[in-house]
């Protein structure tokens, strides 16, 4: 991605992706079962959570690109521009969706929509178990 948006911005860019489990965990029929609602490419096989009878857990990772409060709204879209660009190559899409990935390029305001949408569920579920950060 890095190398992609460094050609189409004109400018060195740099990238920290740190990749978890593609979306699937590990133990017996439901650790097999992959908890974003969607079956992986690479193994149609393994059903979703839903499949098995657990249809309120639907839970996915997700990667997004933020910048510091104020950034000129150009700015914004330059980059918004870049990444969708950059998203459309298909060496870097397969370097994505090989390990069962999905790509998800939308604009500053869905992006921005996902994660008020996720810190709401998540926020509830924390204060619901009164999870602390010790």
């Known amino acids: 991605m890095g190398e992609k948006l460094a050609t189409i911005l004109g400018k060195p860019v740099v990238v920290d992706n740190k990749h978890g489990g593609n979306g699937s965990i590990a133990t017996d029929a ?3 079962a992959t908890p974003d609602g969607r079956h992986l490419a690479s193994l149609p096989e393994v059903p979703t959570f839903a499949e098995p009878g657990i249809e ?3 839970i996915s990772n997700w990667f997004g690109v933020v910048a510091p409060k ?3 709204p150009a700015v914004v879209a330059k980059l918004n521009q870049a990444i969708n660009q ?3 190559a298909p060496d870097l899409a ?3 969706t090989d390990p069962g990935n999905v790509i998800g390029a939308g604009t500053p305001e869905d992006f921005a929509a ?3 949408s996720e810190s709401q569920r998540w926020g509830q579920l924390i204060k619901a178990r ?3 950060p010790d």
């Open 130 to 132: 009164g999870i602390r």
């Open 56 to 58: 309120d857990m639907v």
């Open 30 to 32: 439901i650790a097999r």
């Open 94 to 96: 397969r370097r994505i």
């Open 70 to 72: 104020g950034t000129p």
């Open 86 to 88: 950059a998203l459309q």
């Open 114 to 116: 996902l994660i008020a």
